[in-house]
T-cell receptor, first 114, second 110 residues
Framework: GALVYQYPRRTICKSGTSMRMECQAV??????VAWYRQSPQKTFELIAL?????????EQNFTQEKFPISHPNLSFSSMTVLNAYLEDRGLYLC??????????FGPGTRLLVL | QQNVQQSPESLIVPEGARTSLNCTFS?????YFWWYRQHSGKAPKALM?????GEKEEGRFTIHLNKASLHFSLHIRDSQPSDSALYLC??????????FGLGTRVSVFP
C-alpha cells in the first residue's frame, strides 16, 4: 500500500533557530509533494507544492526564503523552517500525490518553538 | 482565493443513525472534491472523492456534489463508533494542492 513517512514526529527548537523535516513516500511514486501547516485553532494551510523537475510553487504568506524545500526524487522531500518563531508552531503535514490525484498524508511533524 | 467552509462544527449521533456533513466552496472552477477522515493522533486519510456533479456511493458512505450550488456533502449510513473522527473536506484543481475546511468532529455513541 501507499505510505508516507515523516521525520521527526515531534521537535522543539529555540526561537530564531531552524529545523529541517523530511518526507518519504513508500510503495508508490509521488508525482508531487505538498507541504501543509496546521496552526493552533486553524485548518491545514498549503505552504507549497513541489513537483520534481519543476519550480516549487509557494502559496501566499509562505516564501522560499522562510521555508526552503528540497525535492530530489519521486520519493523524498524535505522542508526547513528557517528562523522559527512562535507563529511557526504547529503540525506540518506532507502530502504525496499518487494515482488518481489522491494525496497520501504522513503523520506530520509537530513543531514547538520556545 | 478559495474559501472552504464546513458545517456543522461538531456532531453527536447514536450508533446506527445517518450522519450528514456539509462543505461549501467559493471557486466554481474547482475540479476535485475530497473528504478526508482524521482519527486522533493520526494522519488524515482520503475517504472519498468526486469529480463531477452527482452522487457516488461506496459502502456506507455517499458523497454528493452540486457545483452550481458550490456545495458537496458526505453521508454516512448506519454510523458506527469507529466512525468517530474529524472529517475534513478539501477542494483542489488537478495536480494542485488542497484547500481544506476547518473540519467537523463526529462522535458516534453506542
Amino acid at each position: 500500500g501507499a505510505l508516507v513517512y515523516q521525520y521527526p514526529r515531534r521537535t522543539i527548537c529555540k526561537s530564531g533557530t531552524s529545523m529541517r523535516m523530511e518526507c518519504q513516500a513508500v510503495g508508490f511514486q509521488a508525482t508531487s509533494v505538498a507541504w501543509y501547516r496546521q496552526s493552533p485553532q486553524k485548518t491545514f494551510e498549503l505552504i507549497a507544492l513541489s513537483t520534481v523537475n519543476s519550480a516549487i510553487k509557494y502559496e501566499q504568506n509562505f516564501t522560499q526564503e522562510k521555508f526552503p524545500i528540497s525535492h530530489p526524487n519521486l520519493s523524498f522531500s524535505s522542508m526547513t523552517v528557517l528562523n522559527a518563531y512562535l507563529e511557526d508552531r504547529g503540525l506540518y503535514l506532507c502530502g504525496a500525490r499518487g494515482a488518481q490525484d489522491t494525496q497520501y498524508f504522513g503523520p506530520g511533524t509537530r513543531l514547538l518553538v520556545l | 482565493q478559495q474559501n472552504v467552509q464546513q458545517s456543522p462544527e461538531s456532531l453527536i449521533v447514536p450508533e446506527g443513525a445517518r450522519t450528514s456533513l456539509n462543505c461549501t466552496f467559493s471557486d466554481s472552477a474547482s475540479q476535485y472534491f475530497w473528504w478526508y477522515r482524521q482519527h486522533s493522533g493520526k494522519a488524515p486519510k482520503a475517504l472519498m472523492s468526486i469529480f463531477s456533479n452527482g452522487e457516488k456511493e461506496e459502502g456506507r458512505f455517499t458523497i454528493h456534489l452540486n457545483k452550481a450550488s458550490l456545495h458537496f456533502s458526505l453521508h454516512i449510513r448506519d454510523s458506527q463508533p469507529s466512525d468517530s473522527a474529524l472529517y475534513l473536506c478539501a477542494v483542489s484543481f488537478y495536480a494542485q494542492g488542497l484547500t481544506f475546511g476547518l473540519g467537523t468532529r463526529v462522535s458516534v455513541f453506542p
